[in-house]
């Protein structure tokens, strides 16, 4: 799996493992840590009931808490409404959600004025089921409304790549059915439909069939087929998706840039 542009490793373990970055404090805290406008902070965040279910999917032992990565963009006030986007990984080479958010989203969703936020444990789990992904990015979102409990009322969107689009595909019905705002999907280079899927199973109620839904396809992908996402596209016309938007590039299985800006745009077009 590639993307393009990718940091350099020692930015991306900054970003993901250090707290705040240096500098005057604003007062601003996630979890109980300082927290700098156009930083990225890691905290350890509690499970909820709920949570612990979903996580121990699979026979997964229950850790004592999850792992939330939160990042915020220059000029961030939690008195103003922020669109928050959640980011989803594939489980593939052990990958987890906050890798993608340093890797792939930040850069991104800072320049279109998105919070960024993804929940994981502190090492990837013994089955790294679709429930230990819903449970561990509850538990951040959670604590983003406990830090800033305006942040109730943002909208959220999530961003998948590869095998993070089909985990998108089953976690965002689950996170409308939390009572989260949910205004946009992002999947990029992915093969099937698992959205409509996440629909039927969890049942988010018919509004949800209007949420915007951009598909990222590159034109060179041999692992999910320019043919597989008119597929994916049509399928999830035919559940009852209203606005589903493809875009393709020249390229290959890769991550295109532009096409992460151009999905935050639309989804927060009224």
Request: glycine letters at 10%; hydrophobic letters at 40%; one cysteine or more.
């Amino acid at each position: 799996m590639r993307v393009t542009h990718p940091f350099l490793l020692a930015v991306i373990v900054g970003l993901c493992c250090g707290s705040s970055v240096s500098g005057q404090s604003t007062g601003l805290q996630f979890a109980g840590v300082s927290l700098k406008p156009g930083a990225t902070i890691r905290a350890n965040v509690p499970l909820s009931t709920t949570e612990q279910s979903y996580v121990s999917e699979g026979g997964n032992a229950v850790p004592t808490h999850a792992v939330a990565v939160l990042a915020v963009p220059p000029g961030f006030d939690p008195k103003k409404t922020w669109p928050v986007l959640v980011s989803l990984s594939t489980s593939d080479f052990k990958r987890q959600n906050r890798d993608d958010l340093a890797n792939i989203y930040r850069e991104s969703a800072f320049a279109e004025g998105w919070v960024v936020i993804a929940g994981d444990g502190d090492q990837p789990p013994a089955r790294d089921t679709a429930g230990w992904r819903a449970g561990m990015t509850l538990a951040a979102l959670d604590e983003l409304h406990r830090s800033f409990p305006g942040s109730k009322n943002w909208p959220v969107a999530c961003a998948g790549f590869s095998g993070g689009a089909k985990r998108t595909g089953t976690v965002a019905p689950l996170l409308a059915v939390a009572g989260l705002r949910i205004n946009g999907i992002l999947l990029s280079g992915g093969n099937e439909d698992r959205l409509s899927e996440g629909y039927r199973k969890f049942r988010p109620g018919a509004a949800f069939l209007r949420t915007p839904i951009f598909i990222s396809s590159g034109a060179q992908d041999k692992m999910a087929t320019p043919q597989q996402q008119q597929v994916v596209k049509h399928s999830l016309e035919m559940t009852g998706f209203s606005r589903v938007r493809l875009e393709t590039f020249p390229q290959g299985h890769v991550v295109k840039r532009d096409h992460i800006r151009a999905a935050l745009r639309w989804f927060r077009e009224p």
